[in-house]
């Protein structure tokens, strides 16, 4: 189980630009998706309705049981819209966004580069969604422009 409840539907503000049509997996979404330890593809999301979308996005996934149905329930959609399941992924018993006690490096590297420094009670002080949103923000692979917006609506940047 895990020790932040992840049941604040709430999307971040960075976000704004497709929450409404859901047209790309809201960060809610994709934390959810990473603590059931499946990789949903964005081709997988766009066959799937606004009612399957705004499920994914609601279920709760808390709890080992919920995490377990809330798995079940994603790959029996996948399967039904591709005829396979999506692949499955390692679950992390500690992910990073529910450590408040240090700052991943990837996102100390991120903000430095745009010359700011984030503090560990910065960082504790965030949601779980937060620090998550970060920790994706900030990785290399992905498209770093809302890393800033993201600091910005975090109050971590002005």
């Given at each position: 189980m895990r020790?932040?409840?992840?049941?604040?539907?709430?999307?971040?503000?960075f976000?704004?630009?497709f929450v409404?049509?859901?047209?790309?997996?809201?960060m809610?979404?994709?934390?959810k998706?990473?603590?059931c330890?499946?990789?949903l593809?964005l081709?997988?999301?766009n066959?799937?309705t606004?009612s399957?979308r705004?499920?994914?996005?609601?279920?709760?996934?808390?709890?080992?049981?919920?995490?377990?149905?809330?798995?079940?329930?994603l790959?029996?959609?996948v399967i039904?819209?591709?005829g396979?399941?999506?692949k499955e992924?390692?679950?992390?018993p500690?992910?990073?966004?529910?450590?408040?006690n240090?700052?991943?490096k990837?996102i100390?590297i991120?903000?430095?580069?745009?010359?700011?420094?984030?503090?560990l009670h910065q960082?504790s002080?965030?949601?779980?969604l937060q620090?998550f949103?970060?920790?994706?923000?900030?990785?290399?692979?992905?498209e770093?422009?809302?890393f800033?917006?993201?600091?910005?609506?975090?109050?971590?940047?002005e």
């Amino acid at each position: 189980m895990r020790s932040q409840a992840m049941t604040n539907q709430a999307f971040l503000q960075f976000e704004t630009d497709f929450v409404e049509s859901l047209r790309c997996i809201p960060m809610i979404a994709r934390m959810k998706l990473d603590t059931c330890g499946v990789k949903l593809k964005l081709e997988h999301w766009n066959q799937f309705t606004q009612s399957e979308r705004q499920t994914i996005v609601t279920m709760p996934c808390n709890s080992s049981q919920e995490i377990k149905d809330y798995r079940e329930f994603l790959q029996n959609l996948v399967i039904a819209k591709t005829g396979k399941p999506a692949k499955e992924l390692a679950i992390d018993p500690h992910p990073l966004w529910l450590n408040t006690n240090e700052i991943p490096k990837g996102i100390k590297i991120k903000a430095a580069e745009l010359g700011i420094k984030i503090s560990l009670h910065q960082w504790s002080s965030l949601t779980s969604l937060q620090r998550f949103a970060l920790i994706k923000l900030s990785r290399p692979s992905h498209e770093n422009r809302n890393f800033m917006p993201a600091l910005k609506e975090f109050g971590i940047a002005e």
